[in-house]
């Protein structure tokens, strides 16, 4: 018996009375309401009403599947306050539809194709443990029990050595920071244990084979003994209870207001045994460079082959990333082993990643070229990087190593060209000047970029990059002068350099719109305070502001139009800096990262928080966006973090937050996001954000192994049923 057939056998018997006391969060018109209107639809439509035991059911999802495109495509949209739905402009192919909210299960999937009014019938979860089922996984994760400082003993590596709280360090290892920086969880596939791994006593147990698992096995099995392995009870305790029948706490809302104007389509790529780290759609600076075209994804760790999305067609190619040396051995992730360190559920001994290109993420330019932090060598860097050469940069500071440098895809005729740097990459962004300057981060010691409008001249990476430690102005006077070194007793008449080290050095990169500084998230894994960095181009300087409470573990962010930065936080926050409000001087002894609180606001995200720890959100937020130019349609300078427990996106807009949730398959999380304008004059739907699941176990998710990555668009049109 399937599982659908199983919960209408469970429906039939109870009866609707007995629903109706379950409808955990349905909103449903009063009984013996009558049924709405059929919605307008065009041929390229499918529309209709939705309908419980009580009338219209507002406000729950109508998700059309189809296999008969190239790859597999849904389109899902939200019904109105009385129940209609209109999914637009599908392809010409059969689908199969059905509904999807709080307080339901799903219902039977239907067929259907374009120009069909389709009425669906919601089918109320029989208790409450069914309606959970559903549930985003903040709601399951946020069962976890967080131990108090005097519980904990140890520590990481990881470590903010800003944070007195050893409470507040386990968090930035159990959310962003560590655990949740790689994959969601509290979805069913991790809050529940695989069958594959045996029996064991207790649920730590369980947890210590379970993170053996795989390729990220070394990795994974190190964090989870940082503070004496108290990790690994956590979450034995934490699958122990809910295998007992612990249930999510409270129930997630039914999208309301603009929430519910949102259409979401999705898309498959890559292959089913790897990921991608993020997808570029156009220029940041000038979001309709590439209007209509294709998507192009960064697989990272898992695969030298580039996935590729036609969105127009649905047709998924794949270019393979070369190197410069075809000899070079093949780049481990950080705390990978080259052979699983214990056979995966899913995988079992199967080596599913290989890659020497290594490709972090992607950024268009101006003229439609792709731009990829990508390995196209191996560590050590050319001569004119180190020590005695005559580089500018090299006299300064010289570089002997680099794990990852820089190429050019031409999307027109697929020339691949390597750029050779001295310094590291990681995220990459392009300024706002005439040189189209590309500036990195994951830079260690120094701050990195390329002169492109001079290496498109010249073709000579050397001459067209440079690079600058990162030196406070602890004497106050303005200027770059002798600094002393990290660890060294302060000079009154020197600057200091600060070490950002870490295991990256600065980690997400945001130049200016408006004086040409570029600003950085700076302390996300250990060696110093959380904290936004500015560096100053024209005289070299850093100013450093670290994140105050109850604000903590800072991760990716984005600067707005006004030089306003926002970040995604370990506290369950959505946090800004504008250092237009700081009162006191920014340069001088004093001015060495605690010198402007005022600064900073915070903005708690949806969901529900840990219990015994105050008021909190239990998100964990990998990174923030900024909507500079309206490509999603909520308006200019919104930021838009990744909901990576909420299972998708959130805005904040006037001071309230707005949840993009992707229903379908549960358990999207995203690292990155984009927006793109193909057409200024084509209202909401010449417009959209774009992402891909970046999580590395795409197997995870609703769905299972067989699972492909997805490439997802996001749309906010006009209403519910705008067409």
């Not at 050595?161 to 969880?185: D, T």
């Not at 490709?359 to 560590?379: C, I, P, Q, S, Y």
Request: charged residues 20%; hydrophobic residues 35%.
């Amino acid at each position: 018996m399937t599982r659908t057939t199983e919960l209408f056998a469970a429906v039939a018997a109870i009866g609707i009375a007995a629903l109706s006391s379950v409808m955990l969060i349905s909103t449903p018109s009063p009984a013996g309401a009558q049924q709405a209107a059929a919605p307008a639809i065009d041929d390229d439509d499918i529309g209709g009403v939705v309908t419980g035991p009580n009338g219209p059911e507002a406000g729950v999802w109508v998700i059309a599947e189809s296999v008969e495109l190239p790859t597999k495509f849904a389109k899902m949209v939200v019904t109105d306050d009385q129940g209609r739905y209109v999914i637009p402009d599908l392809p010409a192919v059969n689908y199969s539809v059905f509904v999807r909210g709080y307080g339901l299960v799903d219902s039977p999937r239907m067929r259907a194709k374009p120009g069909q009014h389709l009425d669906l019938r919601a089918v109320p979860a029989p208790n409450a443990a069914e309606a959970a089922h559903y549930y985003p996984a903040i709601y399951w994760y946020s069962l976890l029990k967080i131990p108090a400082d005097n519980e904990l003993s140890g520590g990481s590596p990881l470590n903010d050595p800003g944070l007195r709280s050893k409470q507040a360090n386990f968090l930035r290892q159990m959310k962003n920071i560590g655990c949740i920086g790689c994959h969601e969880l509290g979805q069913e596939a991790t809050r529940t244990i695989p069958a594959q791994f045996g029996t064991f006593k207790t649920g730590e147990e369980d947890w210590m084979r379970r993170v053996q698992s795989g390729l990220a096995g070394e990795e994974m099995t190190g964090e989870a003994g940082f503070f004496n392995a108290v990790p690994l009870k956590s979450l034995g305790e934490w699958t122990d209870s809910i295998a007992k029948g612990e249930l999510p706490k409270s129930k997630p809302p039914r999208p309301q207001g603009v929430e519910r104007n949102i259409v979401i389509t999705t898309w498959e790529w890559g292959t089913e045994s790897t990921y991608t780290h993020d997808l570029i759609s156009s220029d940041r600076r000038n979001p309709t460079v590439d209007a209509y075209g294709p998507l192009f994804g960064s697989p990272e760790y898992a695969s030298d082959d580039m996935p590729i999305l036609d969105p127009k067609t649905g047709n998924v190619t794949f270019f393979k990333m070369p190197v410069a040396d075809a000899n070079m051995k093949g780049v481990q992730g950080f705390g990978f082993s080259a052979h699983p360190m214990a056979p995966s559920a899913y995988w079992g001994d199967q080596k599913i990643w290989e890659t020497k290109a290594n490709n972090h993420n992607d950024m268009f330019d101006k003229n439609g070229r792709v731009w990829l932090a990508a390995t196209v060598r191996g560590m050590d860097n050319p001569a004119f990087c180190k020590k005695g050469s005559d580089h500018p940069s090299a006299k300064v500071f010289p570089l002997d190593q680099s794990a990852r440098q820089a190429a050019i895809l031409d999307p027109k005729s697929m020339k691949y060209t390597f750029v050779d740097t001295c310094f590291s990459t990681h995220h990459l962004q392009f300024a706002y000047d005439a040189d189209d300057t590309l500036w990195f981060s994951g830079t260690g010691p120094v701050a990195g970029w390329i002169n492109t409008k001079m290496f498109d001249e010249t073709g000579d990476a050397a001459k067209s990059q440079g690079w600058s430690p990162w030196v406070l102005d602890t004497n106050g006077n303005g200027k770059r002068d002798d600094y002393v070194e990290p660890g060294q007793p302060a000079d009154p008449s020197k600057d200091t350099r600060v070490d950002l080290n870490g295991l990256s050095g600065p980690y997400a990169v945001m130049p200016s719109p408006t004086d040409g500084s570029v600003w950085y998230t700076i302390g996300v894994f250990g060696a110093h305070p959380s904290a936004v960095l500015r560096f100053d181009p024209k005289t070299g300087l850093s100013e450093i502001y670290n994140v105050p409470l109850p604000g903590f573990g800072i991760r990716g962010g984005d600067i707005d139009k006004n030089s306003v930065v926002w970040a995604s936080t370990t506290s369950g926050h959505l946090a800004s800096f504008d250092r237009r409000k700081c009162k006191g001087p920014l340069n001088g002894p004093k001015a060495t990262g605690d010198h402007c609180p005022e600064g900073w606001s915070f903005y708690k995200y949806p969901g529900p928080g840990f219990d015994g720890i105050g008021d909190n959100s239990a998100e964990a937020s990998y990174y923030t966006w900024v909507d500079q130019h309206n490509t999603l349609g909520l308006g200019e300078n919104i930021p838009i973090s990744t909901a990576n427990l909420n299972d998708g996106f959130v805005a904040l807009k006037d001071g309230q937050m707005i949840m993009l949730r992707v229903p379908y398959p549960m358990g999207f999380y995203a690292k990155g996001l984009d927006g793109r304008i193909d057409d200024p004059n084509a209202g909401w739907k010449g417009r959209g954000l774009w992402s891909s699941a970046g999580d590395r176990t795409p197997w995870l998710k609703e769905g299972g192994k067989g699972s492909k990555p997805l490439v997802v668009h996001i749309q906010v049109r006009p209403d519910p049923l705008a067409n």
